[in-house]
């Protein structure tokens, strides 16, 4: 009967992950959760030009923060930059131009970047959906590079500023949350599902099931709220670090029955050679 539990939980997530659950979901929110002032407080946010991205810069904007967006378009990113001064009246908003599948310049962006700012929060937003082969100028998978590796570098290297700062905290993959947690004990790690949101990367990657799925899409505002919270919210350090949440609460990383957990051996061998891309294009990027 494993096959039906999971059939029932696909139908039970198909509805908790479009707009109608959000909706249900945030009847349960405190909204005095997030409605703090971060002014001092500094913030990073890649692949922040469109989408969950944007939205959260945005909100994180309205707060007060001092948001740095982490782009690969300049001239899409110079309009989200423009639309979130605008929009917010804040003007600490600060523009770096990188591309996270490439990882040399990731670390000379985040050599720089420790020499000129300090940082409380790292939102790992950017993404790739590339549905077919492509290699990047290095010779690594796109999707690899971008979603996972340019991930791991951007942290690694900034990890030294988060330690500085009190209540720092990252959002990024599950297994890389759940591995840093248990290594840096005093930055909180936190990963989380957005739902099924309209943002222009379903729209471009997945245009067959956004055509099915667009008038149950959430928003991008929606998608983004539990980063928002994560980010934000003196609620969310309450809880351990180290969680994948969805809408505000911490959930399961894996379907009930489904075959998708890793043995801790594969997990740390991900790791240490995720470790060592970053060590050789790190030498490559720095002359080490």
């Known amino acids: ?3 039906y539990r999971n059939a029932v939980w696909f139908v039970k997530g198909l509805r908790e992950y479009t707009r109608s659950g959000y909706e249900s979901a945030s009847k349960h929110f405190d909204p005095a959760d997030v409605e703090v002032n971060v002014a001092g407080r500094s913030f990073l946010v890649t692949g922040a030009n469109s989408g969950i991205g944007k939205a959260a810069a945005m909100e994180v ?3 007060g923060g001092t948001v740095h967006l982490v ?3 300049k001239e899409r990113a110079e309009a989200a930059k423009g639309e979130i001064v605008t929009e917010t009246g804040n003007q600490n908003i600060f523009l770096h131009i990188v591309d996270i599948s490439n990882p040399k310049e990731i670390w000379k962006f985040a050599e720089n970047f420790k020499n000129e700012h300090k940082l409380h929060v790292l939102i790992n937003n950017a993404g790739c959906m590339v549905n077919n082969r ?10 690899f590079a971008t979603n996972t590796l340019g ?3 951007l942290t690694t290297a900034l990890l030294p500023l988060l330690e500085k700062e009190a209540d720092g905290r990252v959002r990024q993959q599950v297994v890389l949350t759940e591995q840093w947690a248990k290594a840096h004990r005093n930055i909180h790690f936190s ?3 957005p739902g099924w949101a309209d943002t222009p990367a ?3 990657s997945m245009p067959d099931f956004y055509q099915r799925m667009k008038n149950t899409l959430r928003t991008e505002a929606q998608g983004a709220d539990t980063v928002v919270w994560l980010a934000v919210s003196s609620e969310a350090t309450k809880l351990p670090s180290g969680l994948f949440f969805q809408d505000r609460q911490p959930v ?4 009930p029955l489904a075959s998708t957990h890793s043995p801790p051996e594969d997990e740390e061998k991900l790791m240490e050679v995720l470790e060592e891309f970053s060590q050789k294009f790190k030498s490559a990027s720095l002359g080490t």
């Open 191 to 193: 990963v989380m599902h």
């Open 252 to 255: 399961p990383t894996h379907l």
């Open 134 to 143: 492509e290699l990047t100028e290095d010779g690594l998978e796109k999707n």
């Open 1 to 3: 009967m494993s096959w």
């Open 202 to 204: 379903v729209r471009s």
């Open 71 to 73: 782009c690969r378009n």
């Open 61 to 63: 904007a309205r707060r």
């Open 151 to 153: 991930t791991y570098i």
